[in-house]
C-alpha cells in the first residue's frame, strides 16, 4: 500500500470513528451533518441484498424519514428512550472496497452494547457506506448496516444503528 492509500485509508477510518461515536453520544445533529442531501439510510431485515423499495426492512429511510427519526430521538416522546440508553460501539476492519474518484464505498465491523433499565444487549454487524468526497473530508450518501441476527427477534432497536 502506497502513502497516499494509507493517509486515505486514515482519514476514511476516522470518519467511520467519528460517526460511531456521534451515534454513541446521541449527538444527532452532529451525525444527522455527516450525511449527503440525497441520502439512504438502510438495515434490511434479512442476508439477502434485495431492492429495499420491494422487501421488508428494519429501516429504510431516506432525508425526510431520517430528519424524522432524529426529530423523535431528540423530543420529550421518546418513551422507548426513557431513559436514555447508554451505547458504546467498537467499530473495526475499515476497508475501502472500492473508490471511483467522486465516491468510496467502504466496509467495516461493529460491536455494539446498549445498556437500558438495568440490561445489557449485545449488537453485531457489519457496515458498508457509500462515502462522497467533500472538501477535505467525507459525507455519506449511503449507509447499510447487516446485522448478524437481522433475520430473527430483535429487541428495542430505538437508537441509531
Known sequence: MNGVAVELLKSV?????????????????????FWEQELLY?????????DPRRAVSII????AQLEQRVTRLKGRYAFAQQPRTRLLRVVSNVEIESDSGESLAVGST???????????????????HVLVRHGDGFRMREKKVLLLNNSGALGNLTFLV
Open 13 to 33: 477510518e476516522q470518519f467511520v470513528y467519528r460517526e460511531a461515536r456521534c451515534m454513541d453520544e446521541h449527538r444527532y445533529d452532529e451525525w444527522l451533518a
Open 110 to 128: 461493529f460491536a455494539l452494547g446498549d445498556w437500558r433499565s438495568d440490561r445489557q444487549t449485545a449488537w453485531f454487524g457489519r457496515n458498508r
Open 60 to 63: 429504510h429511510d431516506r432525508r
Open 42 to 50: 438502510w438495515v434490511p431485515c434479512d442476508d439477502t441484498d434485495e
